[in-house]
């Protein structure tokens, strides 16, 4: 899957003049000038102040997956840690989803709708195909005066969407915005392929941010790409030819829609075990700090193995890893801020923890940031 920005042509209009979410800023690590782009930096001048989530009522378990395709809930929870997945039905909308999960950050923030400058959403399942931001925005309440726009980097979506608020929220005018991911991949997965159709479920979580000069809680970041490695896991175009009758031979062109989730999965369990670690060190040098000063790290739940993986790698111990993949599978940019919604709520992560999050996934693209919460 291609990793691109959706704009409403109003937000493409404001943001021309803006600083790049991503400018290379203090880059410690080395580019290419090729397929492979990143940046890093240090804190941002905002930090976050409520988290929500929502997921749809119905589960399909792995024991129900038994009678779809050949396989067993042994096989699956021993190998992606998932024992179930929340789906959209049929008539259901992920917008819905979205402003569910928005609203109940604000409500935790305790600021009023009209007070948010901005809304991204994090998806790459939108209702709309031209974007689902304004509506979302506009149900949660906001008028006129919000910017919204969706941006679309797959897993890495929420991760992106943050940097990218704060880069606005620092110095930028705003003061307070809403980051929502947001993704419904089961209306993309192909039921009849064991490999992936085990893995998706549907989600959203949010996550408000305010600015904050003095008292951070971005405290670094950093992010990067690879095209050269989109054939690993992608949700291609497939058009079909139409005619047009235009005068002379007529015109064809393509009618579209897209197929389904391909994933090379042994290649994906590669590159995510082996730039997710680099990355979030990266983040943690950007923010002065070492894995010693983390007290929860939270990745983009994608299958147990990474998570377990990437941990000893960093030599951290698995009690400090958050994980919610055993109820709701890999819910791509909604999997970051619905598990750190749980652990929230839950009393694990409290006021003044710091968080290290990753996401990681289809574009090539992956990216971390350093969280100190609320």
């Known amino acids: 899957m291609k990793t691109f920005c959706h704009w409403s042509l109003c937000s493409l209009a404001f943001l021309v003049g803006s600083v790049s979410a991503f400018a290379p800023q203090n880059s410690k690590a080395p580019v290419s000038t090729t397929t492979q782009l990143g940046a890093s930096a240090g804190a941002l001048g905002c930090r976050p102040i409520g988290i929500g989530s929502a997921a749809p009522k119905h589960v399909v ?5 038994e009678k779809v395709v050949e396989t067993s809930d042994e096989w699956i929870r021993t190998r992606t840690g998932i024992s179930k997945r929340h789906l959209l039905l049929d ?9 569910e999960a928005a609203k109940n950050a604000i409500d935790m923030a305790g600021i009023k ?15 709309d195909m031209f974007g689902d931001a304004p509506s979302i925005a506009q149900e949660i309440g906001c008028g006129t005066n919000t910017v919204a726009f969706d941006l679309t980097a797959a897993c890495s979506g929420f991760l992106f969407s943050t940097v990218t608020a704060g880069k606005f929220l620092s110095g930028g005018g705003f003061k307070n915005a809403v980051v929502i991911g947001a993704d419904a991949l089961s209306r993309w997965v192909d039921w009849d392929d064991r490999n992936t159709c085990i893995l998706f479920g549907d989600g959203a979580g949010a996550m408000v941010l305010t600015t904050d000069e003095d008292s951070p809680g971005i ?11 989109y054939q690993d896991l992608k949700l291609g175009y497939e058009g079909s030819p139409r005619h047009v009758a235009t005068p002379g031979e007529g015109t064809t062109v393509s009618s579209g829609s897209f197929g389904k989730i391909g994933m090379n999965g042994k290649e994906v369990y590669k590159f995510a075990t082996r730039e997710v670690p680099a990355v979030l060190q990266e983040a943690l040098d950007s923010a002065g700090m070492t894995i010693d000063d983390v007290d929860h790290l939270l990745l983009h739940q994608a299958n147990i193995r990474i998570m377990e993986t990437v941990a000893k790698r960093l030599g951290i111990s698995m009690d400090k890893v958050i994980a919610n993949l055993d109820e709701y599978g890999n819910t791509s940019a909604a999997s970051i801020p619905l598990a750190f919604d749980e652990a929230v709520r839950s009393g694990r992560v409290k006021n003044g923890d710091v968080v290290a999050c990753a996401g990681f996934g289809a574009g090539l693209s992956w990216g971390a940031a ?4 609320n």
Do not use: C, M, P, Q
Request: no cysteine; aromatic share 6%.
């Open 370 to 373: 350093i969280f100190k919460w």
């Open 219 to 229: 405290l670094g970041y950093a992010a990067h790409s690879n095209g050269g490695g």
């Open 61 to 65: 378990t792995n024991v129900d997956l």
């Open 113 to 127: 709708v009209e007070d948010i400058d901005l809304v991204i959403v994090a998806t790459s399942s939108a209702d």
């Open 91 to 99: 008539g259901e909308d992920l917008r819905s989803l979205g402003a």
